[in-house]
C-alpha cells in the first residue's frame, strides 16, 4: 500500500510538472517598432520680408535737418545734392521694395555725415585761427602777466576745444573754442585798460614833476635877480 501510494504521488507530481511546462508559453520576440516618418511640409515657407527702414529714414532725416539748421552744406554742396536724391528715393521706395528703400537711405546717411564732418572740420580751423589772432592782440599787452586768471582761462579752453574735437563731442568743442575766444579778448580790455591806467598816472607825475620843474626855475630866477640888486 505503501508503494502504491508513492508511485501515484510520483505520477501525480510529474503530471503536475508536464501541465506547467505545457501551460507556459514560449517568449514570443517582439519587432523592433519602425519609426514614424518626417511630416512632408504642404508648402515651403516663403523667405521673410523685409522690414519698413523707418530707423534708417530717421537718421537720415535727422542729420540733414542738423545741416540745414547751421547751414554746413556749403562744406561738400554735390554730395549734399547726392544725399538729398537719395534721400527722396528712399522715402518713395518705402513699401513698395524696402530692401532698395534700405540701401539708398543708408547711403543718404553715408554722404550727410561726409558733408557735416567737413563743415566742422572748416568751421574748428576758422575758430582756431579766430583763437590765435586773439591771443597774440593779448599778448602785444602782455596779458599774460596784466591779466593773467583771463588769459590762462584762455589756454585751458582751447586745449579743451582740441580735445573734444578729437573725440567728435562737436558741439562741446564749439562752446569751449567760444568760451577761450571770449578770455583771450577780456585778457587783451583788462590789460589794456591796466596799462591806460599806468600810462595816465605815468603822464600825471610827469606833468607834475614839470610844474614842479617851471616852479623850481622861476623860483631860482627869482632869487638871482634879487641877488643882482
Known amino acids: ?5 508513492l508511485f501515484a504521488l510520483g505520477l501525480m507530481l510529474i503530471a503536475l510538472a508536464m501541465v506547467s511546462c505545457a501551460s507556459a508559453p514560449e517568449p514570443v520576440e517582439s519587432e523592433p517598432t519602425p519609426a514614424p516618418a518626417p511630416a512632408q511640409p504642404d508648402s515651403v515657407a516663403a523667405p521673410p520680408s523685409v522690414p519698413r527702414p523707418d530707423e534708417e529714414l530717421k537718421k537720415a532725416e535727422d542729420l540733414k535737418k542738423t545741416i540745414d539748421e547751421y547751414g554746413l552744406s556749403f562744406a561738400r554742396p554735390d554730395e549734399y545734392g547726392q544725399a538729398n536724391d537719395e534721400l527722396a528715393g528712399g522715402k518713395a521706395a518705402i513699401d513698395s521694395d524696402n530692401a532698395g528703400a534700405k540701401a539708398l537711405l543708408d547711403s543718404a546717411f553715408t554722404r550727410y555725415q561726409g558733408v557735416f564732418d567737413a563743415a ?3 568751421g574748428s580751423k ?3 585761427s579766430e583763437i590765435a589772432a586773439a591771443k597774440a592782440q593779448a599778448d602785444t599787452m602782455k596779458a599774460a602777466r596784466a591779466a593773467a586768471d583771463e588769459y590762462n582761462l584762455g589756454e585751458n579752453k582751447t586745449e579743451e ?3 573734444l574735437l578729437d573725440e567728435k563731442q562737436y558741439l562741446e568743442a564749439w562752446t569751449a573754442s567760444g568760451e577761450a575766444l571770449d578770455a583771450y579778448t577780456r585778457s587783451y580790455e583788462t590789460a589794456r585798460q591796466k596799462r591806460g591806467n599806468a600810462d595816465g598816472e ?3 607825475t610827469s606833468a607834475v ?3 614842479a620843474d617851471s616852479r623850481i ?3 631860482s630866477k627869482e632869487i638871482e635877480g634879487g641877488a643882482d640888486q
Open 161 to 163: 576745444s582740441r580735445r
Open 209 to 211: 614833476q614839470q610844474t
Open 126 to 128: 576758422n575758430r582756431l
Open 217 to 219: 626855475d622861476e623860483v
Open 1 to 5: 500500500m505503501k508503494r502504491y501510494s
Open 202 to 204: 605815468i603822464k600825471k
Open 120 to 122: 566742422i572740420d572748416a
